[in-house]
């Protein structure tokens, strides 16, 4: 680790939902061009990473009340994201163990098969109302295995009381 990058001491559950609304933010930020068709699901990266360093602050519960918020930040049919983040949550926090041992690297391509899951139920789910979905649908699971790294060195800055 550089010297550059300073630990900064949080409290983990003052950590966690701060950091969930940091990407919460991100998520509604109004991204111009090409860059909104390829934004990662922050919020599900960061419950992702939560999920795999404190599985014990990072609950289906949680990833589901969080899905809520997004669902109506976003004004997405309620309970799309919610399921998409419990279901998750859930496999994330089952193996945490083994994907914690991982290689960055695997552990992105962990991070993309969540993401894809994750994509797949929101698919499901919009197709059920007939909405239209584009090919860019499916960039952010790219970007978001992609960038999985960086989020989890710079998360990995915020350290426990």
Not at 28 to 42: N, S
């Amino acid at each position: 680790m550089s010297k550059s990058m300073t630990k900064i001491k949080l409290p983990l559950l003052v950590a966690y939902w701060l950091t969930v609304v940091v990407a919460m933010a991100l998520n509604i930020i109004p991204w111009g061009g090409a860059f909104l068709m390829v934004t990662p699901d922050w919020v599900l990266l960061i419950l992702i990473y939560w999920a795999l360093v404190a599985p014990e602050t990072a609950s289906v519960g949680k990833a589901w009340v969080v899905g809520l918020l997004v669902d109506v930040l976003t004004g997405q049919v309620l309970g799309q994201y919610a399921l998409a983040y419990a279901v998750s949550i859930f496999l994330s926090v089952k193996q945490h163990k083994r994907i914690r041992h991982y290689l960055i690297i695997q552990q992105s391509l962990v991070v993309f098969m969540l993401l894809l899951l994750a994509r797949i139920l929101v698919f499901w789910i919009e197709n059920i109302n007939h909405q239209p979905v584009s090919m860019n649908f499916w960039l952010p699971v790219l970007t978001g295995a992609i960038v999985w790294p960086v989020v989890s060195l710079l998360l990995r800055n915020i350290r426990i009381v």
